[in-house]
């Protein structure tokens, strides 16, 4: 469901890809709501590659930047590349966007784009159709240094940013790779001047105990749910009920202001780990020697025992405090019950019982 996936304060733009394995797979683009996007159904709609998803942000004096995700398996088909290069040609064509800004792993190693060039090795066909495709429409690939670094294994520049101007895209900085991933995180700033919308900053909270629930109960009493829900598909529904749900939270119970929490269990031990997990990655980047990426393979270990450590000892400490502290048991299960929008994620919540409840609990 979208709502499994969003987050507050930001539109969410995705597609989702069915993969043989199961594992699932695709994109998912995230704008703040103090910008002006929409989905682009000139290309949405209209070319079958597989996996990119394409929105249009309002810019000042009319014009609209075109941004779109992307990703290319390296078992790409033939159909699949060629449709990819059709979609290339069509975001040139895309009717009122004046700017472009692509973000994509294409997985074509073989392109040197440095010198403009490419290297034997791989589907090197497909990679000079791809680069000639590039080349003309106008792109300019922004990305200078490898973004995909794994021991003694290569480097390779496989996650790129193309715009339309070299200088509309600055300062591109590569950023250890998120979780088990052995790709750099990238953080870039693009200089252009947006339509910015008026957003409040204050984050607020519904204030539940003090809504009023006779009324609420009221309300969904008199809703006819078969009528609303006929024909309807589990996405279609469960959006019929959030929006219900909404509104009705939005008459009936009052706002308070929420201060931003940090998971209970990370302390300082655990920050000072992921830490240095990140600067030790930064200085394998520096020096590309292998026991120094032998060394940040080893921290990202440690950090994640680590984590995972905490949590647990978290968890073991509310269990034995329940009695004593119940309201700390309760909002932690709540806390990961639920994601920052949308339905209830049941999974987690399981997860979380079962650890919690290995052990008698006395009452």
């Known amino acids: 469901m979208d709502s499994e996936a ?10 989702d890809k069915d993969s043989p394995s ?3 797979g695709g994109v998912i683009l995230y704008i703040h709501e103090s910008l002006s996007a929409v989905a682009c159904h000139e290309i949405n709609n209209s070319n079958d590659f597989n996996s990119s998803v394409w929105c249009l942000i309002e810019l000042e004096r009319n014009e609209k930047l075109l941004v779109g995700p992307c990703y290319r398996s390296p078992n790409s088909t033939d159909q699949n590349n060629r449709k990819l290069l059709e979609q290339l040609e069509q975001s040139a064509k895309v009717v009122n966007a004046t700017h472009l800004l692509l973000i994509c792993d294409y997985n074509f190693s073989e392109i040197n ?3 403009g ?6 589907d090197t066909d497909e990679a000079q159709k791809f ?17 995909r670094n794994r021991g003694t294994q290569k480097s390779s520049m496989l996650d790129l940013v193309f715009s339309r101007d070299e200088h509309m895209v600055n300062q591109i900085e590569n950023l250890a790779p998120l979780g088990s991933s052995d790709h750099d995180g990238l953080f870039w700033e693009y200089e252009t001047k947006s339509n910015f919308k008026e957003v409040d900053n204050e984050t607020k909270s519904y204030n539940y105990p003090k809504g009023d629930y006779v009324k609420i109960k009221s309300h969904f009493k008199n809703v006819n749910w078969e009528e609303e829900f006929k024909d309807k598909t589990c996405n279609e529904a ?7 749900y909404e509104t009705t939270i939005q008459e009936h119970v009052p706002l308070k202001k929420k201060k931003s929490k940090k998971p209970p269990w990370l302390k300082s031990g655990v920050k000072r780990s992921i830490r240095k997990k990140y600067n030790m990655y930064q200085r394998y980047r520096k020096t590309q020697q292998y026991k120094d ?5 080893k921290q990202s270990n440690i950090t994640k025992k680590k984590v995972r450590r905490a949590q647990v000892d978290y968890e ?3 269990m034995r405090d329940f009695k004593k502290k119940p309201k700390a048991f309760y909002s932690y299960v709540r806390g990961n019950r639920k994601l920052r929008q949308g339905s209830p994620n049941w999974r987690m919540t399981r997860v979380i019982l079962q650890r919690l409840t290995k052990k008698r609990l006395m009452f």
């Open 316 to 318: 073991k400490k509310i």
């Open 113 to 115: 784009w440095k010198q």
């Open 238 to 244: 469960w959006n019929i009920f959030k929006e219900e």
């Open 293 to 297: 990426y032998e060394a940040y393979r």
């Open 6 to 15: 969003a987050f507050d304060n930001y539109v969410m733009f995705r597609l």
């Open 22 to 24: 199961g594992r699932g």
């Open 131 to 147: 680069f000639d495709t590039t080349q003309d429409i106008y792109l300019v690939q922004h990305v200078i240094k490898p973004t």
């Open 117 to 122: 060039k490419i290297e034997s090795g791989g």
